[in-house]
């Protein structure tokens, strides 16, 4: 996530929360044939995290405080302190779990790894623009949302591009992603897809969801796709990748 610091919602009792959003290390790559969903949490973690994806869909992430997510997920206030520091940090953790599953539930099966790398993108993407988490902090937080998500590189882009590295890592080794530096690549996918989610809206009249879909997954098989192999061998959508 990114090192930005917006002021986070005031805390009953006057004290205020900082958001600072921590830039930590990369997460731990998922496996190059399906990304991994996040790893198991606690009972209590996973209340507080349905607790916050509850609050931030409702409210937005400015009114938003670990008070409520603390009341709803049915434990103290000190218990969530103890994980996260403030607002901004649990926020920054959800999202990236919330990108994780989405990923994960959208990779394709089958086919050579660059089509499931980019179907996953691409029906990532689709789902994303369509989440009422995200569409919530779109549509009330987008200030926010430029810095938790489309800011300085930082948690959330970091996980991305170590799992769209393995995934390219994957299709070098079977021969249907072109040679290259897997980050670089990886961060060059981010870019392309980040854009397709966050310019969705504007060009709507112009790309429909299923015509978006349909072009980015044309951009992306473009740009992973070796040069020595044609269109012709490599027919497919997002409907229906080949190799």
Do not use: H
Request: a neutral charge; one cysteine or more; proline letters at 7%.
């Amino acid at each position: 996530m990114p090192e930005a610091r917006p002021e986070a919602p005031a805390e009953p009792g006057g004290s205020r929360t900082s958001a600072a959003v921590p830039s930590g290390a990369s997460a731990t790559s998922a496996a190059p044939t399906r990304p991994d969903a996040p790893a198991a949490s606690s009972p209590i973690d996973t209340a507080i995290f349905d607790a916050a994806r509850d609050c931030v869909a409702e409210f937005g992430v400015r009114r938003t405080t670990l008070t409520e997510v603390a009341r709803r997920a049915g434990v103290s206030r000190p218990t969530v302190y103890r994980r996260w520091p403030d607002t901004g940090s649990l926020v920054a953790e959800l999202l990236v779990r919330e990108l994780r599953e989405i990923l994960a539930a959208t990779a394709p099966d089958g086919g050579d790894a660059r089509s499931r790398l980019v179907g996953s993108v691409v029906a990532g993407a689709a789902t994303v623009r369509s989440n009422p988490l995200f569409t919530k902090i779109f549509r009330t937080d987008t200030d926010l949302m430029l810095t938790y998500v489309f800011g300085r590189l930082g948690r959330n882009q970091r996980a991305l591009i170590d799992l769209f590295a393995e995934g390219i890592r994957a299709g070098q080794r079977d021969g249907s992603v072109r040679a290259g530096d897997p980050t670089r690549l990886a961060a060059m996918v981010l870019l392309i897809a980040q854009s397709a989610v966050q310019s969705a809206g504007m060009v709507e009249s112009l790309l429909p969801p299923a015509d978006l879909d349909a072009e980015l997954w044309q951009a992306l098989e473009g740009y992973l796709r070796p040069a020595d192999r044609g269109r012709s061998a490599d027919q497919g959508g997002p409907e229906g990748q080949g190799t």
